[in-house]
């Protein structure tokens, strides 16, 4: 009689324990799929590896721009050699849907409809995101940081911003005059840039540094960083160094020698038709720094000052042909001794196929 | 001595069915969390009343359309005023997103380029859908069935119908001569119409409405139905009859009464922006039917059959004014008597607040 009163005692323990053990267990699977179900929009990708990624808006992510033919490429190029992180191609669609969000968020009325048609602010911020998640999430291989490089988005900072608040941005920077040689000497078009005048895109070069500059400022220091395209390639350790510290990934020696990465897995993917991929296959190298000396026309020198005012706000000196960009670090002198021996040649898969698609591949990206 | 023995095992017993069923839990935990992982694009949306909604690309969808004054919202109010359907008002960014998504898709050059940039089409089309899903999803209070009504939307059906694969179309028909009247004489601009001219948008109409009813004819009759506005206001129940059964919903008498449905919690939201606002605030009536008789210019009468070819095409006869539309039901001649004795007025809520919202909303939506 005592032995079976036990037994009960013991078998309604255990049927107790069960109870508590099965009601914890789905507890936390509950909270789990809570979780799931509040996440906001999340894109999930398989690697070649076969890794999942799973992004949200609150992803680390790093926004690289500025004005066309400043170093964003090679920027790009530097940041992709590094194992926690791919940029990609430029993407082309990212800026213009920012275009057209932008438009419904500036214009009062455009927006005023809007709220009259029951489509919110945060419905639209919600949409963009998710668009803009799944370009960047699908573009290449998944890594832990993700990053785009189209160069006008950071005229976008504060907006993306506000919808990425873990995302960072790399404004380049580069003497004006060194850009604009570049994008006439080079054929390649910019909407509302005129690549037959000197005068127009130096003007233009100033208008648009000085709007992405302002949009820089506004985001903060913690945030957004402006790189000289001068220092990365005069001092690329030191300029590289600030630029992982900022974004706060480890120092990995492979940024300094994207030349290598290029075509590897998880290295550096190029585009035939980008105009700066036979530049950023070469090693970081000075023969771009100062090729514009020389070219741009006397009466557009003479009224420099006034023609593009970010020169001198941004420190270089509108008078000098060339300025002074700093001293180089041995590597790079070696590299670009290398470079003029013309050790370096464009692979036959990232040749831009015809003369048709050249034309293409210089339409506006404005 | 044998008492511990009992005992002993009954601890065995039970620890090892607390193991099983901790272990059977933490499957379908996982189970769970992987069958979320693996689903495409989803939005989640909670109701009103708390009810919890998720949509993917695999829900069913309306889209209704149609060249703008062809009765449109009218369709869109009467499903409103079903409870398992809700449309709302236009968003006015998706016709413009399938712009930008047309534009890439259709151009080889562009199309090319983005190729390169390894920006792929399934890339762009994962970023239409989030785009897409989060705008109608969170438009308004959810349903069972979301409904999208944005007149231009109908001439993406084919590219909506491929990334959606359960969506159906409903394309709105009706004589043009009537569309571009009221078109013009409430100065309801549309992108590429010159509202000046009868001319002009007859030829407008014709072309868009060709455009249209192609892709429809496309899509084919399981899921594009083509509705005639003069069917929809003369024998509505037949009609709607017709829609729901295409739409496969059971059918409800609300959709006959909708504007007893407007401002209802899930009941028909309408703009104060939209021109139709004031229209579709009135029970289904003939108003609106024949008013264009007796306004267009003789030259353009004469030549009908040359400026718009679609008129004999939809079996509108182009030298009749009017042609014969059909018998009305008889609650449609009593909903028409009591509108025409004033009896529906607009709410102040519904009026629009300044003549300069009114010059906004008359921007153009083509």
């Known amino acids: 009689m005592r032995l079976s009163i036990r037994r009960g005692t013991m078998l309604l323990l255990c049927v107790f324990g069960l109870y508590i053990a099965g009601k914890a267990l789905y507890k936390v699977f509950m909270c789990q799929s809570r979780l799931a179900r509040s996440r906001k929009v999340s894109v999930l990708v398989k690697g070649s590896n076969q890794t999942r ?10 926004f690289v721009g500025g004005v066309p033919r400043s170093g964003t490429t090679l920027m790009r190029a530097m940041l992709d050699a590094h194992p926690l992180i791919r940029c990609g191609e430029e993407t082309r669609v990212i800026p213009r849907l920012l275009g057209l969000r932008q438009g419904w968020k500036r214009h009062g009325e455009e927006r005023q409809i809007l709220e009259d048609e029951g489509v919110t602010q945060e419905t639209l911020d919600a949409a963009t995101i998710a668009f803009l998640l799944e370009i960047i999430a699908r573009h290449g291989e998944p890594a832990p940081m993700l990053c785009n490089k189209d160069p006008f988005t950071l005229k976008s900072s504060i907006y993306l911003s506000d919808i990425f608040p873990n995302s960072k941005f790399i404004l380049m920077l580069r003497d004006g005059r060194a850009s604009v040689h570049s994008m006439i000497s080079r054929r390649v078009t910019i909407g509302g840039f005129d690549i037959s005048s000197y005068r127009d895109c130096l003007t233009k070069w100033s208008h648009a540094i000085e709007a992405m500059l302002f949009q820089c400022t506004l985001v903060g220091p913690n945030r957004c960083l ?8 005069l001092q690329p350790r030191t300029t590289m160094v ?9 120092w990995h020696e492979g940024v300094l020698h ?11 993917s190029l585009s035939r038709t980008e105009r700066s991929t036979d530049q950023v296959i070469k090693p970081v190298n000075l023969e771009a720094l100062t090729r ?3 070219h741009i026309p006397a009466d557009v020198l003479e009224d420099m000052e006034n023609i593009a005012p970010m020169l001198s706000r941004l420190g270089y000196d509108p008078g000098a042909n060339p300025p002074d960009y700093g001293q180089p670090d041995p590597e790079v002198i070696n590299n670009t001794e290398k470079v003029l021996r013309g050790e370096f040649k464009l692979p036959a898969n990232l040749k831009r196929p015809s ?9 506006p990206r404005g």
């Open 226 to 233: 402006t790189i000289r395209y001068e220092s990365l390639v």
């Open 242 to 250: 600030k630029v992982l510290r900022f974004l706060g990934v480890p």
């Open 292 to 294: 514009w000396v020389g």
């Open 258 to 268: 994207h030349e290598l990465a290029i075509g590897q897995p998880g290295g550096v």
């Open 53 to 62: 990624f799973r992004y949200s808006h609150l992803s680390p992510m790093v």
């Open 355 to 363: 003369h048709e698609s050249m034309s293409k591949a210089s339409r």
